[in-house]
Each structure stands twice: as structure tokens, then as C-alpha cells.
């Protein structure tokens, strides 16, 4: 059973994404906007997820691209990687920024924005499509400044808190390139 929802937990992602966005004007209806935009992230990510992991795109397009055709990313690292590294994290982002600061939701938004902006980048480099682009462009940029500039009118937008969120958007990015990395044979 653990084996099938690792190797399928982006179709239960996509379809929590859009419902999600479907209840979000009834669940979020009373919330600040920097609190909705923190939101947001879950579900605009979920979404995502399902262009950039359908059909293990994601993963093949690593272990071919970075990892030279040798294992750098395995079924459960995806796993691990976006469902409590990503849905944790936005989840645990949300609820600080809920209960002590919106500053917290920087965390999920950053995520949010770097993941965006190192697709924009991997296209440019290469010269083509990467698994995840399209939403990275037409959600996750315009969602990602959105939601920056709707935490700093809340006075949420500290430097310590900027500091926070792209630390730990930068630090979860980094860990799943060692990781990736340190699979490949040879290194």
C-alpha cells in the first residue's frame, strides 16, 4: 500500500490542489490577505506538482539532465521531498503565520518563488521546456511577488523574516541537490 501512494501521491496531490482552490473563498473568506496568499501556496503547489510529476516527468528529467542518466532521484526522495517537504513546510508556514507572525508565510512564499525562478533559470540555460515550467511562470511568479508585498503591508515583512523564509526555501533547494547529488556513483 505505501509502494502505490509513493508513486502516486501527485494525483491525490492535484485533485486536493483543486479542491482546495475550489473551497478557498469559503475557507479563507474572513482571513487577511497575507494570510490567504500563505494559503495559496498549498494548493497553487499541488497544482504544480501534477504538471512537474505526472508520469514521473520530474524525476527521469533529473536523473537524465543531472544526474547522467544514473539514479540521483529515487520514487521515495520525490515522495519525501513534496509531500513533507513541501506540503509540511507551507503547512507548518501557514500555521505560524497564523498563530505568532505573518512574517511566517515568507517561508511558504519564497518556497513558492525560488522554486519558480529555478525553472525560469533551467529553461534559459538549456533552452527548453522543464518539467514544471508552465505553472512555475503562470502561477508560482506572480503568486510568489503577490504574496511578498501582501506580508510586508502587514508589517510581517521584517528583515528577520525575509531573511526566514528565503533561508529556509534556499536550504530545502540545497538539501535536495546534495541529496541528488551525493546517488549519483562515483562521487
Not at 499541488?46 to 508520469?55: A, G, I, T
Amino acid at each position: 500500500m505505501f509502494a502505490r501512494l509513493i508513486a502516486n501521491w501527485v494525483y491525490g496531490g492535484f485533485l486536493a490542489g483543486l479542491l482546495l482552490l475550489l473551497l478557498t473563498p469559503v475557507l479563507v473568506h474572513s482571513w487577511p490577505v497575507s494570510l490567504v496568499t500563505t494559503f495559496l501556496c498549498l494548493p497553487v503547489y499541488m497544482v504544480h506538482q501534477y504538471e512537474e510529476h505526472d508520469n514521473d516527468r520530474f524525476r527521469l528529467f533529473v536523473n537524465q539532465k543531472i544526474g547522467k542518466r544514473r539514479v540521483g532521484l529515487s520514487p521515495l526522495a520525490v515522495f519525501v521531498i513534496n509531500v513533507p517537504g513541501v506540503w509540511g513546510v507551507i503547512g507548518i508556514s501557514l500555521a505560524l503565520a497564523a498563530t505568532v507572525s505573518a512574517g511566517f508565510g515568507l517561508v511558504a512564499v519564497y518556497l513558492v518563488l525560488l522554486n519558480g525562478t529555478i525553472h525560469v533559470v533551467q529553461a534559459v540555460i538549456s533552452r527548453g521546456y522543464n518539467p514544471g515550467l508552465g505553472t512555475a511562470i503562470v502561477l508560482f511568479l506572480p503568486l510568489g511577488g503577490y504574496g511578498i508585498a501582501a506580508i510586508q503591508q502587514t508589517g510581517g515583512g521584517t528583515f528577520l523574516m525575509h531573511m526566514t523564509g528565503a533561508g529556509a526555501a534556499i536550504a530545502i533547494h540545497v538539501a535536495i541537490i546534495v541529496h541528488t547529488m551525493r546517488q549519483r556513483p562515483g562521487l
